[in-house]
C-alpha cells in the first residue's frame, strides 16, 4: 500500500475530537444526574465512569473504522482510539459485497464491508457526492457495491445511467 497511489481517502476522526465528543456526553449525563439526584458526587463519579467507558469502547471495538485510504488494489482501514492507530488492509479482491446505509434518525450512514472471514463497519463522514464517487470506482473495480435503502440518484449514478450527482436542471436551447 505503501508504494500504491491512493485515489480515495478519508482520514479518520482524531483523538483530540473522539475525546471532545465522549466528554460533552458525560458532562450532559452528569449534569442531567446533578439535576435529578441533587447530589454533586454521585453525578461526578457517574460522569467520570461513563466518560472512561465511552474511551475505552471506542478502543475496544475491533471491526468498526471511521476512515479509509483506497488506491488501485487495496483498501486500508483507518481509526484513532485512545492508544495507538489501527489500521487494516485488506485487497480488493477478498470483498464479497459493500453494503451502503444511508444516514437516518439516530444513526448514522456507513458502509459495510464483507468478506469471506470477517466484516468491517465504515463510518462514513464524506458528503454524499463524494462517498458517491467512492462507491462507484469500487463497483469498476470489481466491488458488489448494494444499497440498504434505495437512493435513486445514486443508484443511477453507479449504473452509469447519470454522468454526474447532484442531477443538474440545465436547458439548452436549440435553434
Given at each position: 500500500m505503501k508504494t500504491d497511489r491512493v485515489i480515495f481517502e478519508s482520514r479518520p476522526r482524531t483523538l483530540?475530537?473522539?475525546?471532545?465528543?465522549?466528554?460533552?456526553?458525560?458532562?450532559?449525563?452528569?449534569t442531567i444526574l446533578y439535576f435529578v439526584t441533587d447530589n454533586l458526587l454521585i453525578s461526578i463519579l457517574v460522569a467520570t465512569g461513563l466518560f472512561l467507558f465511552l474511551l475505552l469502547f471506542n478502543s475496544i471495538e475491533k471491526n468498526s473504522f471511521d476512515g479509509w485510504a483506497i488506491s488501485e488494489e487495496r483498501i486500508k482501514l483507518l481509526?484513532?482510539?485512545?492508544?495507538?492507530?489501527?489500521?487494516?488492509?485488506?485487497?480488493?479482491?477478498?470483498?464479497?459485497?459493500?453494503?451502503?446505509?444511508e444516514r437516518l434518525p439516530r444513526?448514522?450512514?456507513?458502509?459495510?464491508?464483507?468478506?469471506?472471514?470477517e466484516k468491517f463497519k465504515i463510518y462514513c463522514r464524506q458528503d454524499i457526492f463524494k462517498l458517491s464517487d467512492t462507491l462507484k470506482y469500487l463497483k469498476i473495480k470489481g466491488v458488489k457495491v448494494e444499497l440498504e435503502r434505495k437512493d435513486h440518484e445514486i443508484q443511477l449514478y453507479l449504473d452509469d445511467k447519470i454522468d454526474m450527482i447532484p442531477i443538474t436542471n440545465t436547458k439548452s436551447t436549440q435553434t
Open positions: 483530540k475530537s473522539s475525546i471532545n465528543l465522549v466528554l460533552i456526553i458525560s458532562l450532559i449525563i452528569g481509526k484513532t482510539t485512545l492508544f495507538d492507530k489501527v489500521e487494516f488492509d485488506l485487497k480488493l479482491s477478498d470483498i464479497n459485497r459493500l453494503i451502503y446505509s444513526k448514522p450512514r456507513y458502509l459495510l464491508i464483507e468478506t469471506q472471514k
